[in-house]
């Protein structure tokens, strides 16, 4: 009795985790690509600086390993006047919308040792301060 017990706990963990199917490839365990990325918008006033925050995915980058390096690229009627900088989880760039636009955008893209997230802002360029 004990040997055929053993003989079928052998075969059923023998068999546990197999596929039946295709595999996938495996992801590269360096880069975090999300299935929902961030396409933020902001409002900014013509012809002066202002600090926009880059927000990013908590499903990738956390409290525990944040983001600490970021780029800017695919800038449209906007000029970067800061470089963007990552600091105690927060990453930020200093922009000025150009004065004769209405809209602008730029992609940014976040990292640190292990993952990578880039993003998309959409820039609404205003005359005055929106009141709300």
């Known amino acids: 009795m004990n040997v055929f017990f053993i003989l079928l706990s052998v075969t ?3 068999s546990c985790g ?4 295709s595999s996938s490839p495996k992801l590269n365990s360096n880069t975090f690509t999300s299935q929902h ?4 918008e902001v409002t900014l006033i013509k012809g002066y ?4 925050s880059l927000p990013y995915n908590a499903g990738g980058f956390n409290v525990f390993s944040p ?5 800017i690229s695919e800038i449209w009627n906007v000029e970067v006047t800061t470089p963007c900088d990552c600091s105690s989880g ?8 150009m004065n004769s636009k209405t809209s602008g955008n730029f992609t940014y893209t976040l990292s640190n040792n292990t993952l990578t997230e880039t993003h998309r802002t959409s820039v609404k360029i205003s005359d005055v301060v929106p009141f709300v």
């Open 12 to 14: 059923i963990f023998a």
């Open 18 to 21: 197999g596929s039946s199917g």
């Open 37 to 40: 990325p961030i396409s933020s």
């Open 49 to 52: 600086e202002q600090t926009v």
């Open 67 to 71: 983001p600490d390096s970021c780029e």
């Open 90 to 97: 927060s990453c930020k760039v200093g922009v000025t919308p």
